[in-house]
């Protein structure tokens, strides 16, 4: 037992085991990384929410044994990864590669049943799954996998036959701008799961270590002068000899204050990621990958083409009927109704007028 104690002052002899210690401070970091993953899903923060899954799944998966809320919070984190890549449908979660990030997030939402206190906002949440499932397919032009997902939810899943029904019409006339996939939209889908979050971090905080660290934060704010002090320059005591001898010898020499060995930059910390292979099973979501299984990642020659700085989109044919659709539903100038009702990608309310004007300046509209 005294292997696993260590003097935790050295001021005193008490005592403290290191493994409890490690336990408590790695369950803070991990609530830390699942606040940040919600932060970086609400603003919908691809590379953020990536470097920081990587974190979240090497602590999380190296725990021996899961407290039911870490559990929880493990399985929020299956689903919100897997709708950050909802669109993606080069990304596989699952060892069948036929199955999207969307399919698999259907899975993982059934296991949080229990967590969604509110069961409208679970049955809502769940039938923007279904219809994103083959809306996303149809949106990228891919109708087959549409047609094959759509018979996927047939026979693994509780759709409802209603909403089957009408999935199988929009699948077949391959109508893009349907009405119910344009109303319950992917951005509905997102701002959904935000709903959940907000609910279920309410009644489970995780914010002890980020509270404390903005008290960190707030002090140095409030005393500025206290950032530059030199921490090794410890303050003598008011009685001691030393202090005028050291400022006299100081002054006569006009010596140059010591440097620091080390730097007071925060260095990026190492990040290692999880090597263990995890079989894949349906319903146990500690057994589910938390970030990705495969994705198809372009060649070298086109990643070094890739400019730091943002290129102008050009507009696609199926932006410009999302375009037409809304102001023939909201009239000219409602830009930023437009804008939640569609799925624009990055644009704003400023370049859907622009377009607009384009567009009737070639007599398109």
């Known amino acids: 037992m005294e292997e696993n104690q260590e003097v935790i002052s050295s001021t005193t002899s008490a005592r403290v085991n290191i493994c409890e210690v490690e336990s408590v401070a790695k369950s803070w970091m991990i609530d830390f990384s699942f606040l940040s993953l919600c932060r970086y899903y609400r ?9 920081t899954l990587k974190v979240f799944e090497a602590m999380i998966d190296d725990e021996y044994q899961l407290q ?20 993606n449908l080069d990304v596989h979660y699952d060892l069948n590669n036929i199955v999207t990030p969307l399919m698999s997030a259907l899975s993982v939402w059934d ?16 039938n923007l ?30 759709i409802p036959q209603k909403l089957q029904r009408k999935l199988s019409t929009v699948v077949s006339k391959k109508d893009v701008y349907n009405q119910l996939l344009t109303r319950f939209s992917f951005n509905h889908l997102q701002k959904s799961v935000n709903s959940f979050l907000d609910a279920f971090i309410e009644k489970h905080p995780s914010d002890f270590l980020f509270k404390a660290a903005s008290k960190v934060v707030q002090v140095r704010q409030e ?17 001691s000899p030393v202090k005028p001898e050291i400022n006299a010898v100081s002054s006569e020499l ?12 925060t260095l990026h910390p190492w990040k290692p990621e999880s090597t263990k292979k995890l079989q894949c099973l349906p319903h146990r979501t500690d057994k589910l990958k938390v970030s990705r299984r495969s994705c198809k990642v372009p060649p070298p020659s086109q990643k070094n083409t890739i400019s730091k700085y943002r290129s102008k989109k050009m507009w696609i044919s199926e932006e410009d009927q999302y375009l037409k659709a809304g102001v023939k539903k909201y009239g000219e100038g409602k830009w930023s109704k ?11 309310s400023v370049m859907l007028k622009d377009r607009w004007r384009t567009l009737k300046k070639q007599m398109k509209v």
């Open 43 to 51: 603003e919908q923060n691809v590379e953020k929410f990536s470097k």
């Open 68 to 87: 039911d809320n870490q559990q929880t919070k493990r399985t929020i984190c299956c689903l919100l990864s897997r709708i950050m890549d909802g669109k």
């Open 111 to 126: 296991c949080l049943k229990d967590t969604a206190n509110d069961d409208a906002l679970y049955d809502n949440i769940k």
């Open 129 to 158: 799954l279904f219809i994103q499932c083959v809306g996303v397919c149809l949106e990228k032009g891919n109708a087959q996998l549409a047609a094959h997902t759509l018979q996927w939810l047939e026979k693994e899943s509780d």
């Open 223 to 239: 005393r500025p002068e206290q950032a530059d002090v030199d921490q090794n320059n410890e303050e003598l005591e008011p009685d």
């Open 254 to 265: 006009n010596l140059r204050p010591k440097k620091k060995l080390f730097s007071n930059k």
């Open 338 to 348: 437009i804008l939640e009702e569609f799925d624009f990608g990055d644009r704003t």
